[in-house]
């Protein structure tokens, strides 16, 4: 048990860091140096019970030449959780191949207000802080619903280059390994103030991250938003340890 956790560790740290120092296929890259390594030790702990394979993400092999793949007949459900995972590190990945401009990003929930404003701010920063995307009203709507109103707070006071909240007291913050500024500043080049009346901060974050190669589920609150992400994270970084050929 303790020989499996110091592999485990050993192995997850590596991939991990290949993933946060960025380049080629980060994620991807990762995957594969933490299945490799985690096999491989666990092959030589077990006296060869266990026969090495690495991941690549969407898919896997064995030293016998057996393939494991999504969707795979016979696969377990944590199989195809682990293989889905590691396919969205994959579609980052190709993304930000073509795209160009991979690097880390920061995905911000911020408290506003003093922490007094459940709605908070929704924003992406790349790794040196800059912003990427972040948009806002110039006051907080409140409890009216006149047009009037709506044309004051969301049109008229519409910024699109508001403050990202990056590092203040109070923003969770999520970073992403490897994805497309190119991608990302492509959507936020074409955005106006127009675009507040229809959509909110945490709507322009989720739709750039989709065209960025990183799908989530709309939600209406930044926290919702990087709780997603989240789980994101840390299925990728477990994704080599789901699967097993057998």
């Not at 956790?5 to 994620?27: P, R, V």
């Not at 944590?78 to 930000?96: C, H, R, T």
């Not at 403050?163 to 991608?183: E, F, H, Q």
Request: proline fraction near 3%; charged fraction near 10%; glycine fraction near 14%.
């Amino acid at each position: 048990m303790l020989g499996g956790a110091a592999i485990g560790g050993a192995s997850g740290y590596m991939g991990a860091s290949i993933a946060l120092e960025g380049g080629f296929m980060a994620n991807s890259m990762g995957i594969m140096m933490s299945s490799s390594m985690n096999s491989v030790g666990m092959t030589i702990l077990s006296e060869g019970d266990i026969m090495p394979s690495i991941s690549f993400g969407f898919g896997s092999l064995n030293y016998a030449g057996e393939f494991g793949y999504l969707g795979k007949k016979g696969n377990s459900a944590l199989e195809n959780i682990g293989y889905s995972f590691g396919a969205l590190a994959n579609l980052s990945d190709a993304v930000s191949l073509f795209s160009g401009g991979g690097q880390n990003v920061d995905v911000n929930s911020a408290s506003t207000k003093n922490g007094h404003d459940w709605w908070g701010h929704s924003s992406m920063t790349d790794e040196n802080g800059n912003t990427l995307v972040s948009v806002g009203p110039d006051s907080p709507v409140g409890k009216s619903t006149s047009l009037s109103q709506t044309w004051k707070n969301s049109i008229k006071g519409a910024d699109v280059n508001w403050n990202s909240y990056v590092g203040d007291k109070g923003t969770w913050t999520i970073r992403l390994n490897n994805v497309s500024t190119s991608a990302i500043n492509n959507y936020a080049s074409g955005m106006t103030r127009w675009d507040l009346l229809f959509n909110s901060c945490v709507g322009h974050t989720t739709r750039a991250l989709m065209r960025a190669g990183v799908p989530t589920i709309y939600a209406f609150h930044p926290h919702m938003l990087n709780l997603q992400l989240f789980i994101r994270q840390m299925g990728i970084y477990s994704s080599p340890y789901l699967y097993q050929i057998p």
